[in-house]
């Protein structure tokens, strides 16, 4: 159904840190463990999905002049609505998440979604595309996230899995590392498509070749 | 507030937009921030405690110590236990902020990070076991950091001199402080 697109172009093949390129602040800024990816990708996939309902639900009210300080204010006040039941709620994540969380209102991906997707599009599928959004910037996030715990600190999720012979190179923990590896993430998808693509004209090529 | 295509750009429809917009908004947070402020204060104070009581578990109660911005005396059944002290010192990225559990003859039971923004993985190393049971037992004089492991004193983390350094300075600071307070005291 078109609803489950909606849903899963988010994943891959418009993920938000790999494809969009959006939000690479924090893809770098909070990655250095799984922990902290996850909650981060959470939160991110909370508001969008609120932001893209409640822009969807007054996109006819909204003057099309100020729809994007409208559209601020409404992020705005979902962050701070999600800091303040996390503060309550998870005190030990709101310490982690620190800083991190009042930057979510300037996240590039969701005021991108309010104003390409949301803003055009009714309730529900703007909601399946905030939940297919966020569930791609989650999986980027965990992703590099895991990547440089394993590398830069031999754990995941906390759990030590490399014992003490391994030395970890500091850098992959440090911002440089977080440039890297989503460098190479993003060259390793680009090289996979490339393949498709060449494969794909090669089919054609001999398909026509036989005419 | 339906608009039409026509006198839509009249100043005074734009304003009331975005103003509606705020004041839906400020409303929505009042309304959370009621509900979610008096569990948030007792987050905090549970926290707080719980770090006191992982420093002194056999201690009952704590109170304050008067004059002393967040120094506790830890006391076990109506006697003194043990000190508490808030230690803050300028780390690699802001301050730490750390309590420091003292006996009674002024030596380290240990320290437990209350605030920090040190380097996830590299910094925070300092609040781990390995760093932090080198602090068990000693006084401030013995409290110096030196890179090359060597007996007797406080070896800091590769990578993560600056963090080491703060905590060492911080607890020193604030071991030398509850000295002078318990002389002048006397």
């Given at each position: 159904m078109n609803l489950w697109k909606e849903f899963t172009?988010?994943?891959?093949?418009?993920?938000?840190?790999?494809?969009?390129?959006?939000?690479l602040c924090p893809a770098l800024a909070?990655?250095?463990?799984?922990y902290n990816a996850l909650g981060m990708g959470l939160t991110v996939m909370f508001v969008i999905t609120c932001n893209n309902i409640s822009v969807s639900f007054f996109r006819n009210v909204i003057h099309p002049k100020v729809r994007v300080p409208v559209m601020v204010i409404s992020i705005a006040t979902i962050v701070t609505v999600a800091m303040l039941v996390l503060e309550a709620f998870l005190p030990v994540l709101f310490k982690e998440l620190g800083i991190y969380l009042s930057l979510v209102v300037v996240f590039a991906i969701i005021l991108a979604r309010a104003e390409v997707f949301a803003a055009k599009n009714k309730v529900i599928p703007a909601m399946m595309d905030g939940l297919g959004m966020g569930a791609g910037f989650t999986i980027g996030m965990v992703t590099i996230g895991g990547i440089r715990e394993v590398i830069?600190?031999?754990?995941f999720f906390g759990y030590?899995?490399?014992?003490?012979?391994y030395h970890p190179p500091l850098v992959v923990i440090l911002a440089p590392g977080g440039f890297i590896v989503i460098g190479f993430i993003i060259g390793v998808l680009n090289l996979s498509e490339k393949r498709k693509k060449e494969k794909l004209e090669r089919a054609a090529a001999t398909a026509g070749g036989n005419v | 507030m339906a608009h039409s295509e026509h006198n839509d750009n009249s100043m005074f429809k734009i304003t009331l937009n975005l103003t509606l917009a705020a004041l839906l908004s400020g409303v929505i947070i009042a309304i959370v921030y009621y509900f979610t402020a008096p569990i948030a204060e007792i987050q905090r104070v549970r926290m707080k405690e719980q770090s006191m009581k992982e420093l002194?578990?056999?201690?009952?109660s704590f109170t304050p110590i008067e004059g002393k911005e967040e120094w506790y005396k830890a006391e076990k059944d109506g006697e003194l236990a043990a000190y508490i002290l808030h230690a803050s010192e300028k780390g690699f990225d802001g301050h730490v902020k750390l309590f420091v559990g003292v006996t009674l003859d002024q030596k380290l039971i240990g320290y437990k990070v209350l605030s920090h923004k040190e380097?996830?993985?590299?910094?925070?190393?300092?609040?781990?076991?390995?760093?932090?049971?080198?602090?068990?037992?000693?006084?401030y004089q013995q409290l110096e950091l030196v890179k090359i492991q060597e007996e007797g004193k406080i070896t800091a983390i590769t990578g993560a001199t600056i963090t080491s350094r703060a905590v060492t300075n911080g607890i020193k600071n604030a071991l030398i402080e509850l000295e002078k307070y318990l002389n002048e005291s006397k």
């Open positions: 172009k988010g994943l891959i093949v418009e993920n938000p840190i790999f494809r969009l390129a959006l939000s909070v990655t250095s463990n799984v830069g600190n031999g754990s030590q899995l490399l014992g003490g012979w | 002194v578990p056999e201690a009952t380097t996830p993985g590299l910094g925070d190393q300092a609040f781990k076991p390995k760093f932090a049971d080198q602090f068990k037992g000693k006084g």
